[in-house]
């Protein structure tokens, strides 16, 4: 069995065109038209195959193909970052809508549910739908969402949406039998190793800190090499030790220092302050503890061996997330019965499969990212990978209803 | 002999208080408010003591004690950075103020002219008074001043003058002696050495250039380390060698990395671009010569090492100036008449003098900088050490008054 290719294309394109912007790819972020248009369309090419459909309280939008036994999820989201691509996020919601169309008429054990995420990129929140979906949305995380609340109370109106009933989104994990997510990969591992599939074993977790290295702004003329207390010397010798140290040190694992904004930047005038963004992700909780004490410590060897201080704060963290051994096994079946290459790789960025994971069996299934590249509009993947990852996918799902009919009901 | 040490003071404190700012500095931009009262403050005082004054066409404003020999001007500035120190151009035009006060009556073989230059420190065009003066001022630099076109003709009209007049301040150099100026140090030099007098051997010269490192803008948590062209670790790389390639191999001679701009510039995307602003000093040509070579070449080959691209746009450059052997050594016979310590030492920072000695035997004399701290409400000298400068510069006027009668007219 295969979903229909054609068709498939037709839909990923039809999408595609939503926002489409002139250097090929999306901007639809969330609660914008184009994102809002995007939602209209799946809902409605949902209905036109005669599927049921469902919008919850926190707006994820789903298609279903209602059975006697619990729901398996498929989706991923169709919102993007400003100025995206058109694979992120849109190839798993219309390859889940194709899964269900392909499975129509068929006697399944298991509800199906292709569903779409509100707001994973993070325009207003970040992950909003999954978390509210599965409980975890926080109090805190509405009071300063990530766009401004400002943003946020604005998209919520725009997508008829209201902030305390954003929680009734909120699924029983006894009625809910797995989630599975297909993805672009958004990285080179797959491309690098020449294999079609990959099979997520979990998600990174990652933490970031602001660390602002405090010196003495001089006249950049007056004042002697060894007179200085020069913040951005100490921030660049701290910038390439860090490197240096998590490639040695930490196989497996990145370290970004993405921006320094160097005070008070001037030709002329030795750096009096430059504060560093510093993140870095891990698949294991225990490597994200030593990299915190490894490169905090750095930091604060490179500000004392420039005579001056280092103020750190943390911003943010998540935790890594396992994905599940049953989830990952059916993939892993799927793809085999397919002929398709795998392998297990972890996912380095953040999906709606972190919360689901919280409350009921998840897995994702990676296909490959051409470059690497993605939140880019040349983000770009192969329409045969585009396939085989809906075939995956298709297959994922009749394994787990396989297995779930085998364990009994 | 010596300046009268009360009224000094006085002169000192009046001038202070003209565009006084709450932390102690002074805030005089060239012909703002406060800067022109400090202009009139001058003239005013100058003409109260019985001295013939003068404008010139660039508004050069001037003070002069007549004689019947060519002209020693004796000067500073009196317009200030925002937010500046009350010590940083005052000191050497209320001193030379008070030497042509002390020398009333003498008779003296040169004329004394005390004089105060316009826009020194460059808030409309940098040494515009001195550089009309010495007739090196060039279109270039009034078509595409520093502070803007717009900022240069307002101010021109502020203080009413003409652009197209500003040339005939030129001076025929013939009619010079020389130039002497007092200034703080604005660097440590004198302070850690625990020395009155600095005896300034020349005006270090500078280059500056932006280098942009270009690499990939990537996902931080889906890139790994080794995929990366990360240009932030590229310009960070550069950093930290530059300087300890200074520090090793060019004793005296200062680099700064006073900025970088990151792109896109955030916590979880790793760095496509990063623009450097690099600048290096010297008093040798052929140090500034090998400090572009050595420097370049580091910054290529961070480039080289990380896999991307650097791009090397020069930004300015002035030349070094060497200070004219006699007047040091009236300085040092002044200094030594006054029982005060002295050494010799550069100006890291540009001066009128560099502009002077062009046309004429130029000279400067330095006095403590606390701390080294300049361009700042902070900046601060012992009063002690401002009335040594005064009579050092007396000292040095009659020196040379002295030299000029031997030598005969």
Chains 1, 2 share one sequence.
């Not at 298991?110 to 509100?118: H, K, M, P």
């Not at 709606?352 to 770009?380: C, K, R, W, Y």
């Not at 297959?395 to 085998?406: D, I, Q, S």
């Amino acid at each position: 069995m295969r979903v229909d290719e054609a068709s498939l294309r037709e839909d990923f394109d039809a999408l595609a065109a939503i926002g489409a912007t002139p250097a090929g790819g999306v901007d639809r972020p969330s609660f914008g038209d184009a994102h809002l248009a995007a939602r209209r369309w799946f809902l409605e090419r949902a209905k036109a195959a005669g599927l049921e459909t469902r919008v919850d309280a926190a707006g994820n939008h789903s298609a279903v193909l209602p059975a006697n036994g619990p729901t398996l999820l498929l989706g991923s989201h169709l919102d993007s970052v400003p100025d995206g691509g058109r694979y992120d996020g849109a190839l798993g919601v219309v390859a889940a809508l194709h899964v269900l169309l392909a499975l129509q008429g068929h006697d399944l054990p298991l509800t199906l549910e292709a569903i779409d995420f509100t707001d994973e990129e993070g325009t207003l929140v970040g992950l909003l739908g999954s978390e509210a979906l599965t409980g975890v949305l926080s109090d805190e995380v509405l009071r300063n969402p990530r766009g401004g609340r400002d943003a946020l109370l604005a998209g919520l109106e725009r997508a008829g949406l209201h902030e305390e009933q954003l929680r009734d989104a909120r699924r029983d994990p006894t009625t809910l039998a797995g989630y599975v997510e297909l993805h672009i990969e958004q990285g080179p591992g797959l491309e690098h190793a020449g294999t079609q599939i990959g099979i997520v074993t979990g998600i990174v977790g990652a933490r970031s800190f602001t660390l602002d290295f405090r010196g003495d702004a001089r006249h950049a003329g007056t004042t002697p090499m060894n007179a200085r207390r020069d913040a951005g010397l100490a921030a660049a010798v701290f910038a390439a030790a860090a490197n240096a140290l998590v490639v040695r040190d930490f196989p497996g694992c990145v370290a970004t220092v993405g921006d320094m904004r160097f005070h008070p930047g001037a030709f002329n005038i030795v750096p009096g302050s430059v504060r560093v963004s510093l993140e870095f992700r891990s698949l294991e909780r225990a490597q994200l503890d030593a990299l915190e004490t490894v490169l905090l410590a750095e930091a604060k060897a490179a500000a004392k061996q420039h005579a001056l201080g280092v103020d750190v704060t943390p911003v943010g963290h998540w935790e890594p997330t396992a994905l599940d051994a049953g989830v990952r096994d059916a993939i892993e079946t799927a793809a085999e019965g397919l002929g398709l290459t795998a392998l297990e790789l972890p996912s380095g960025a953040g999906h709606d499969a972190q919360a689901l994971a919280g409350i009921t069996p998840s897995g994702m299934i990676f296909v490959p990212s051409v470059g690497g590249i993605s939140h880019n509009p040349s983000e770009h993947t192969e329409w045969e990978d585009c396939v085989n990852g809906a075939n995956t996918l298709l297959h994922t799902a009749l394994e787990l209803c396989r297995v779930y009919a085998v364990r009994g009901t």
